[in-house]
């Protein structure tokens, strides 16, 4: 097995929660982490100098869309993503296998080819190898790197289930060989296996032979029930090594969040902050609002009193409400905002109540109010 | 003539431009100034203490669309739209009387009534007298004031312009008595006329006779070219008080403004600064380009390198380029802001020029550069 020594840290664990530190020579990230994601190179409607005022460590880049949008070739004139959108924090790549499957009209997976498809936006047609993937990330300059896998859609279809670890795990091993143990980059290995507790174990037992950074818990979050999920996570976790960050893609509701990070996981990122704030959804303490309610046409209350990033409690929930159904870009920027700054504001509760022994207490007051 | 003291502070003219103060409770605003339009009270894709940021020293209300959403109740209860969006400087608002004829469905003008018309959101009907606009704008609660004109669509038929002179006229004489001659509120008049220098005249005079505290110049930027304007302009302005700040309605490029305030105008609104950056146009000293052109796919070179609002000049119109081509928010929020700085600095450019006494070769070198 040869992987980053010093990679990932573990501070303390307490029911079930990991409070932990990962290393990347961009800097720390504080784990439980939550990473934003920049689909095409922008969290969307937030300028990226208020990201950090979130107080997020790491986002997530979309090889998928990177690829087709800006390019390999501008990136590369950029020395990567980071340069291009002046993001000079640590960036995770996924390997652009989950949008193949999701975004793009027609797509063929070829154990030893790779996944054929046709762009989404132009239907001009290309062949992501694992290789291939490996260079483009490479070429975005991420730090944290996927390896391909092929997700199926959710199914209860063993064989199929079957057949794409057995693809998944011959790509995860061809992605290590081009990853060339890249110093200050890291590689991780998605498990898959769907809700099947044997079929994830043998998914993992392959990639613990092939040996990686951290591990990824994929295809989930692919329209099974939140319980199953859990009881997912609950059974394939206690297989994963504990020196390794453990990270469960396109995750979640803060309620998934929370019930996941009960499960041992340490990485979490999902569009449903920026694209709840779209549609005038904002996350608070209180629960998750739709602003365009008319309850809140003559709410002077800000969404949250104590948020001072560009002045969002100067804003009254009447005057969101206002804009929002205006459809004015500004609700959708501070909304955005909002609830990126709330999803930080949760992880870093949660590690601080795991720091203090009471992870446990803060999980039963807030695993329903999110759902 | 009773209008307010001291309100408006000429300082020095140079090649016919004019170097001034306004005085406001709320502030100074030097002249010429442009007002950047917020709409619905937001100015689209920027948010408010970035605004500040830009050196704008005062801003537009739409009466017409503030009528209809938020509604004057919701303003009132916030004491205005200053609380209402977090704007402490300086607002003007029109009086709705523009966007009864360019946007409502369908209106009708009676000198006795008003106007009456259907609203463009939902059909609803309205009806606007000279008293309701003015009303309406004290629940706004905006420092300067304009008065309900009817301002008729393009035309070279006199009869027109003169019925809608004599509507205006009447107008006026009932708004100024609503206004009441408010402590620390303005009232501003708007000469229509068309093209025509003696219908011009004829109205400024009724205008005059009832006195007011700034002029406004109507009916312009409404489809002439930029020629027959400048000509409106010179031929009018040399009967407009000196003692008073003129006001040139919608306008317009930088080349318009420059025009403008070589004929004497002080201020200027308009809406081509952010509907432009929605659009991927972006207003540079070099002038004025489109980002989403193919050349500028792999330029690493920022908008305005000395604009340091936001971190703008660290993106690079490669990267901007991307962002309006796959239609993302940023874009819009960049350019949006990019040209609201932009317009600041070239007014604040004027002013430096005038008091410099070297306007004239400003002006010759611009004036062509923003067509």
């Given at each position: 097995m040869n992987s980053k020594k010093n990679f990932f840290e573990l501070i303390k664990t307490d029911s079930g929660g990991r409070l932990g530190k990962i290393h990347t020579q961009r800097g720390i990230i504080d784990t439980p982490t939550f990473m934003p994601v920049?689909?095409?190179?922008?969290?969307?409607?937030?300028f990226t100098d208020d990201i950090i005022k979130t107080g997020t460590q790491i986002i997530l880049g979309n090889t998928y869309h990177l690829f087709l949008r800006p390019g390999i070739k501008i990136l590369e004139k950029f020395d990567g993503l980071h340069n291009y959108m002046n993001w000079h924090k640590p960036i995770l790549t996924d390997s652009g296998g989950f949008q193949i499957m999701s975004l793009s009209k027609l797509n063929k997976i070829d154990k030893k080819l790779g996944a054929t498809f046709s762009s989404h936006l132009d239907g001009k047609k290309f062949l992501l190898s694992p290789e291939k993937s490996i260079q483009i990330q490479k070429s975005i300059n991420s730090d944290i790197l996927m390896v391909l896998d092929e997700c199926p859609k959710m199914t209860r279809d063993k064989k199929i289930i079957s057949k794409a670890i057995d693809t998944s795990s011959h790509w995860a091993e061809r992605c290590k060989v081009e990853f060339?143990?890249?110093?200050?980059k890291s590689l991780f290995g998605i498990v898959q296996g769907g809700i099947f507790p044997d079929l994830r174990e043998e998914s993992l037992n392959k990639l613990l032979k092939i040996g990686f950074d951290g591990y990824a818990m994929g295809g989930?979050?692919?329209?099974?029930t939140q319980s199953d999920m859990f009881k997912v996570l609950i059974n394939t976790v206690k297989?994963?090594?504990?020196?390794k960050p453990r990270y469960l893609m396109g995750v979640g509701t803060p309620s998934d969040i929370l019930g996941a990070v009960k499960s041992g996981i340490d990485m979490f990122d999902c569009v449903m902050p920026t694209r709840s704030g779209r549609t005038g959804l904002a996350f608070t303490w209180s629960g998750k609002i739709n602003?365009?309610?008319?309850?809140?046409?003559?709410?002077?209350?800000?969404?949250?009193?104590?948020?001072k990033i560009r002045y969002?409690?100067?804003?009254s929930k009447s005057y969101l409400n206002h804009l929002a159904n205006s459809n004015e870009i500004l609700a959708s920027m501070i909304l955005s905002l909002n609830n990126i700054n709330f999803y930080q504001e949760f992880m870093c509760k949660i590690r601080e109540e795991i720091q203090k022994g009471t992870f446990d207490a803060f999980y039963e007051k807030n695993i329903d109010k999110y759902n």
């Open positions: 920049g689909t095409a190179g922008t969290i969307k409607g937030i060339n143990d890249q110093k200050n989930l979050a692919v329209g099974e297989f994963l090594p504990k020196d602003i365009k309610n008319s309850k809140y046409k003559n709410d002077d209350t800000p969404l949250d009193e104590k948020c969002l409690n100067k804003y």
